[in-house]
């Protein structure tokens, strides 16, 4: 009994720790569970009984269907726009010292501090005073790609920072030319990390709902079907595609790690490691 | 030559995006907050009223706000220090099944992990009938009341919290901790004068991160909440959205921001500037 209770104090942080990590899954395991329950009426919040119905019949809801399309396409293109344009961002932010730099920075944050209400509602004065922008994916996209950017930039930006410039001089005194240079050294190093950033942009695109909530018009995102079908009951096959796109999230950041470890090893071949690998032949072993 | 103009030109589209559709919106956004007139005939006329009457009709949604998003960040700060404690120094291999735990919820959508929330605290639910038999859910229920609106937001922001603490404790010099043993500090002193004071930064960081999106939210407060429990985010998207009423809806957007800016402006004055602008930024 003594030493139970010692052992209990001496571990108290990891405890802790680890109820509030299973603290954090257990919605997870709630969305998972429901998935395969059975519901009674509309609303799914008392289990039932056991089906796989909804799994089977996953894309069986057109309305459904079409939302999660409008999201995927929305996702694609504004990661893909957020991700070109932050990287070129942080490249000029870490390369370069010039006038306005500390001010680009400031913009860069200030969008990261601001609540996401705030700018939905701003954009959305925008778009009415304006009057030349009709309220659907167009604005969506706009909106999509603005919140991104600061992530893309700050998530390149520190991979840019342990950057080694030597392997690109190296690449211009072999010949290369700069496009040469970026192609095959720099893009190669730095991809993890833009890799990260689009993850991170994507992740941040189809799981937005409030800037969209102002912004969206009539278009409908899986998000803002989810809200609209809160009121009249949600379709049990909303947990599946949740629980489908939390795999493939799953999938895609193991993919992320094992790239990054791939772009740490080809880092890793640098002259002041090389001594290590130069030891004669015939010397005698470091102990 | 070149080297002069490069970093603007790499600087350009960005920049471009950010100004014209965030920085130039917030302008828009203070215009529509001085219109007058009724919906349909809205026009700019230096309509400051709007601030007053938006001010004086929604302070307790502004006061809750604040009270909620304030209380789910402590809660949140309470919840998160030991698990980036565990991850940093008692995980060992464990480290990045914690880090993962810890960032998974993200792949779950935001309004259907709040959904699971409504599940879990519904009146039926196993979890509400153990708190009642504690006497933690007064008269059986829980959903819709300000303790599920707190512990939504708690929940939902809980990795904003977790991540920049890691991230401070994990670049902690362990000899600093192990310089404090040596010099005879116990457990607890070493924790508070040497750990916690180095890993401050991660506090504010998370601190904010937290608490500025928990200020705005009308997600929790939607599902998790009843009509007592709206906060200022409620109500700027019923008025922008339902009543059409956009000059008050724009004043609350507007002083909601300001407010924002204050409160960090002052927090980051105590706990210096590098939590928010990041250490890359310096």
């Not at chain 1, 009994?1 to 395991?29: D, N, S, T």
């Not at chain 2, 929604?58 to 309470?78: I, M, P, V, W």
């Amino acid at each position: 009994m003594e030493g139970a209770w010692r052992w209990l104090r001496e571990h108290a942080v990891q405890i802790v720790g680890v109820l509030v990590v299973l603290y954090m899954l257990i919605p997870i395991v709630v969305i998972f569970g429901f998935s395969f329950n059975d519901p009674a009426g509309r609303y799914n919040f008392t289990w039932v009984g056991f089906t796989l119905d909804h799994w089977s019949n996953a894309f069986g809801i057109p309305e459904l269907n079409e939302a999660l399309l409008t999201s995927l396409k929305l996702a694609v293109l504004a990661t893909v726009i957020a991700t070109a344009i932050g990287t070129l961002m942080a490249m000029a932010l870490v390369r370069y010292e010039f006038f306005g730099r500390r001010a680009a920075n400031f913009l860069i944050v200030i969008p990261m501090a601001t609540p996401e209400v705030v700018m939905g509602s701003a954009l959305l004065s925008f778009f009415l005073i304006l009057g030349t922008f009709s309220l659907g994916f167009q604005t969506l996209l706009i909106a999509h790609v603005m919140f991104c950017i600061s992530f893309v930039v700050v998530v390149v930006r520190s991979r840019l920072i342990g950057f080694d410039r030597n392997l690109e001089e190296a690449a211009k005194d072999l010949g290369a030319n700069p496009f040469t240079t970026f192609r095959l050294v720099t893009l190669p190093l730095i991809m993890p990390g833009i890799f990260g950033a689009a993850m991170l942009a994507f992740a941040l695109s189809i799981d937005d709902f409030v800037i969209s909530n102002f912004n969206s018009g009539t278009t409908v995102t899986f998000p803002l079907y989810i809200f609209g079908a809160a009121q009249r009951g949600i379709p049990v096959e909303v947990n599946v595609i949740a629980m489908i796109l939390f795999f493939f999230t799953c999938a895609a950041m193991g993919f992320a790690t094992w790239q990054q470890r791939r772009a740490e090893k080809m880092t890793s071949v640098r002259p002041e490691q090389e001594t290590t690998i130069a030891v004669p032949a015939g010397a005698p072993a470091a102990t | 030559m070149r080297r002069r103009v490069a970093p603007y030109f790499l600087l350009g589209p960005g920049a471009a995006w950010l100004l014209l559709f965030f920085v130039v919106p917030l302008y828009y956004l203070f215009e529509l907050s001085l219109n007058a007139g009724v919906f349909g005939s809205y026009h700019f006329d230096w309509h400051w009223a709007n601030y007053s009457d938006a001010l004086s009709l929604y302070d307790t949604q502004f006061e809750r706000s604040f009270l909620y998003a304030g209380l789910a960040t402590l809660f949140a700060l309470l919840l998160a220090y030991p698990l980036a404690y565990t991850i940093a120094f008692k995980a060992g291999r464990w480290r990045n099944v914690m880090l993962f735990a810890v960032v998974a919820p993200f792949f779950t959508t935001y309004l259907i992990r709040t959904l699971a929330w409504e599940t879990i605290l519904s009146d039926q639910s196993p979890v509400v009938k153990v708190l009642d038999t504690l006497g933690l859910a007064p008269e059986g229920h829980v959903l819709a009341t300000g303790g599920a609106v707190i512990a939504g937001l708690t929940y939902n922001f809980l990795p904003f919290m977790v991540l920049p603490i890691y991230a401070s404790l994990e670049r902690i010099d362990v000899r600093l901790i192990e310089a404090g043993k040596d010099l005879y500090a116990s457990a607890t002193q070493t924790f508070f004068r040497v750990t916690l004071p180095l890993s401050a930064p991660g506090v504010v960081a998370g601190t904010l991160l937290t608490f500025i999106p928990a200020s705005g939210d009308y997600v929790n407060a939607q599902f998790l909440g009843s009509a007592s429990n709206q906060m200022i985010g409620n109500v700027i998207q019923s008025l922008y959205l339902k009543q059409s009423d956009y000059p008050a809806a724009a004043a609350l957007s507007f002083v909601l921001m300001a407010a924002i800016l204050i409160l960090v402006l002052i927090y980051i004055r105590f706990a210096g500037s590098e939590a928010l602008m990041g250490e890359e930024a310096v």
